[in-house]
């Protein structure tokens, strides 16, 4: 009877200790697989923000990669339009410096020729029904200010006093030139060229009508009232 109860005790000694072990099996484990899963968020997120960080480094890196190609995009479009620009003034300033040269080499030659000094000035598509002096004076006629209905007028005018002939003299009077100037050096004050150039002439000559007679057909009505004007 002892024995079978030691026995028994035995057993019940055994299996408390067993239990005990499995008890603080559990628990070890239980505190074993806490910790690595509270440590594992803040892991991520740290990784996570990282990888943020990263993306907006890289991200504000080839903005600043894009502004500055443009930047340099920009300036080559600038400096390569400013030098197409100083191309065209410099074919301009030359065009205009050879048609100066050539219209002095014209003068030149017209001076020890006797004239014509040719006209360097724009025609405009209004007077193309008129040629020579006549042209010219109906171009500076229309720079002068007057409207193209007085250009009649002083078409018969001229062609009175002069025929439009640059060179024309009287001989008894002195009057000289297409406006027939008395003296003909009081053209002198629109040019040195008077005697040898028809358009130096016509500026005196619109110059002398507008202060005198207002206008060319004013001068041609005095004209034919009193045979001079």
């Known amino acids: 009877m002892k024995r079978l109860w030691s026995r028994i005790g035995i057993r019940l000694a055994s299996v408390c200790l067993l239990a005990t072990g499995l ?15 509270t440590a594992a968020p803040d892991v991520l997120q740290a990784e996570a923000a990282d990888m943020q960080l990263l993306k907006l480094r890289q991200g504000a890196h080839a903005a600043a990669r894009a502004q500055q190609r443009q930047a340099e995009g920009n300036a080559a479009e600038r400096a390569t339009a400013e030098a197409r620009s100083a191309a065209a003034k410099g074919r301009k300033l030359e065009a205009r410096a050879i048609a100066v040269k050539k219209a002095a080499a014209a003068r030149k030659k017209a001076l020890e020729n006797g004239g014509p000094v040719p006209y360097a000035g724009p025609i ?18 229309l720079d002068k200010g007057f409207g193209l209905d007085q250009f009649p007028c002083l078409d018969k005018l001229w062609k009175h006093e002069s025929g439009w002939n640059y060179r024309a ?3 008894s009077s002195g009057a000289y030139g297409i406006p027939q100037a008395l003296p003909g050096k009081k053209m002198s004050s629109s040019g040195a060229d008077w005697k040898t150039n028809p358009a130096t002439q016509i500026k005196w000559g619109l110059g002398y009508i507008k202060g005198r007679y207002n206008t060319p057909c004013g001068a041609w009505s005095n004209f034919q009232n009193n045979g001079n004007y």
Request: hydrophobic share 30%.
């Open 23 to 37: 008890v603080g099996g559990i628990y070890l484990g239980q505190n074993a697989s806490a910790e690595p899963g």
């Open 124 to 141: 405009p598509s209004s007077c193309n029904d008129y040629s020579g002096s006549r042209a010219i004076g109906c171009a500076l006629m």
């Open 169 to 171: 003299e009287n001989r």
